[in-house]
């Protein structure tokens, strides 16, 4: 992964971490101003509806980590009255695929185009069951260990999320959780995304933690 791919994750976690409730796994994204006609079949809706632009600036708009990096990368959402918001214009592109003249992206191509992730990669990363710890821990093993972890999750943060229906876990040493994930990952469990990566690039990883939660200690003994 290039070094400003890297930089895109960085914020964008980091972004997600300081409004933690304003992360939701399981969605690509949800605004209160957008209402499907069928929370179960996002495809219900009049066949002749055109494409619009959906406003996600509004409080109370929830995503995963490729809405949010699709929306700093500055693609707009857009939709089909009645569908779910999984569906974007590429920065600059809005006017060309709300008149036919593109075609939309799926946020999770443009997001893992964005970060720089193949596709198994982006696969795990996106994943709609992943901890709040995982999304961490999967990017620092990608990466190389080559992202700057946050020292906490306050309990406030972890409240917030579990509102938005996800789940972060209050933990004053976060490191040590996303430590203990990428362990699990690689040892843990059969993980395609992880299992043919670079033995190198593994232990970078690893190590990267394993300081930052040591750091951690030392800063909260």
């Known amino acids: 992964m290039k070094h400003f791919h890297v930089k895109r994750l960085q914020r964008t976690l980091d972004t997600l971490h300081a409004q933690l409730k304003t ?15 069928n929370d179960y079949f996002g495809y219900d809706r009049e066949d002749d509806a055109d494409l619009v632009k959906v406003d996600t600036r ?17 693609a707009k959402f ?7 918001l999984e569906l974007v214009a ?14 939309p992206r799926h946020v999770r ?15 795990a990363q996106f994943d709609s069951e992943n901890s709040y710890a995982r999304l961490w821990a999967l990017a620092m093993l990608f990466t190389g260990g080559r992202l700057t972890l946050p020292a906490e999750v306050t309990q406030d943060q972890a409240e917030g999320a579990r509102e938005q229906g996800s ?7 976060f490191p040590r959780e996303v430590l203990a994930e990428m362990e699990h990952l690689i ?20 190590e990267a933690a394993r300081q930052q939660a040591d750091a951690r200690e030392l800063q909260t003994a």
């Open 109 to 123: 191509a443009f997001a893992g185009e964005y970060f720089g992730l193949d596709d198994h990669q982006a696969h």
């Open 90 to 103: 590429p920065p600059g592109r809005v006017r060309a695929v709300l008149s036919g003249e593109e075609d």
């Open 23 to 37: 992360w939701r796994q399981s969605s690509w994204m949800e605004s209160p101003n957008w209402t499907r006609r």
């Open 78 to 84: 857009v939709a089909h009255p009645g569908e779910f």
């Open 167 to 173: 789940e972060a876990y209050w933990a004053e040493n």
């Open 187 to 206: 040892y843990g469990e059969v993980f395609y995304a992880v299992d043919d990566q670079d033995q190198a690039v593994r232990a970078a990883a690893l």
């Open 58 to 74: 509004t409080c109370g708009t929830a995503g995963c980590l490729a809405g949010w990096g699709a929306i700093i990368a500055g």
